[in-house]
T-cell receptor, first 113, second 107 residues
Framework: NAGVTQTPKFRVLKTGQSMTLLCAQD?????MYWYRQDPGMGLRLIHY???????AKGEVPDGYNVSRLKKQNFLLGLESAAPSQTSVYFC????????????FGDGTRLSIL | DAKTTQPNSMESNEEEPVHLPCNHS???????IHWYRQLPSQGPEYVIH???SNVNNRMASLAIAEDRKSSTLILHRATLRDAAVYYC????????FGTGTRLKVLA
């Protein structure tokens, strides 16, 4: 019963490096989301997807790109990492039905030096 | 997107009931009210949701005002494991998380 799995769990990058965070869900959910959470703050929506092949911008999309090539996977990319992107990143998935909850992964802790 | 307003922090004694308020004056007729909580170093987890009527589940109760402009999450007997940040969210097709209410439970 995996639910939402995020890879990797921890990563340290140097400024200017690129990387991709992977989110996989096994619940056949249509919707997937990427959030970031800075210390002492709530979650902020980066990008989301309402179906395979679709993506949309959230509250804080700058500096990130996403892709949803397969229904079960949602990738978050940092093309040129900056210290301001140091954060904990959470992925979530849900059914389109508004009464159904979101299911979250355990997070990826990303530090950019 | 409709927004919610919650107190930044609250305290409760262990074994006592806790009422966590949330204001959502711009709620639309199709918005469901969802509550999540986030334990330290974990992702948010679903607690409860409702549309118009009060709801109960094994974790908590949700009381929704008649005009739907506010709601209250009720933990009937707070335990130390309930110490977390509680988020009240209006769900359309995406969520907007605010900063939530940090609940501190005193032994």
């Amino acid at each position: 019963n995996a639910g939402v799995t995020q890879t990797p769990k921890f990563r340290v990058l140097k400024t200017g490096q690129s990387m991709t965070l992977l989110c996989a869900q096994d619940m056949n959910h249509e919707y997937m989301y990427w959030y970031r959470q800075d210390p002492g703050m709530g979650l902020r929506l980066i990008h989301y997807s309402v179906g395979e092949g679709t993506t949309a911008k959230g509250e804080v999309p700058d500096g990130y790109n996403v892709s949803r090539l397969k229904k079960q996977n949602f990738l978050l990319g940092l093309e040129s990492a900056a210290p301001s992107q140091t954060s904990v990143y959470f992925c979530a998935s849900s059914s389109p039905r508004p009464w159904q909850p979101q299911h979250f992964g355990d997070g990826t802790r990303l530090s950019i030096l | 997107d409709a927004k919610t307003t919650q107190p930044n922090s609250m305290e409760s004694n262990e074994e006592e009931p806790v009422h966590l308020p949330c204001n959502h004056s711009t709620i639309s007729g199709t918005d469901y009210i969802h509550w999540y909580r986030q334990l330290p170093s974990q992702g948010p987890e679903y607690v409860i949701h409702g549309l118009t009527s009060n709801v109960n589940n094994r974790m908590a109760s949700l009381a929704i005002a008649e005009d739907r402009k506010s709601s209250t999450l009720i933990l009937h007997r707070a335990t130390l494991r309930d110490a977390a940040v509680y988020y009240c969210i209006l769900k359309a097709y995406k969520y907007i998380f605010g900063t939530g209410t940090r609940l501190k439970v005193l032994a």
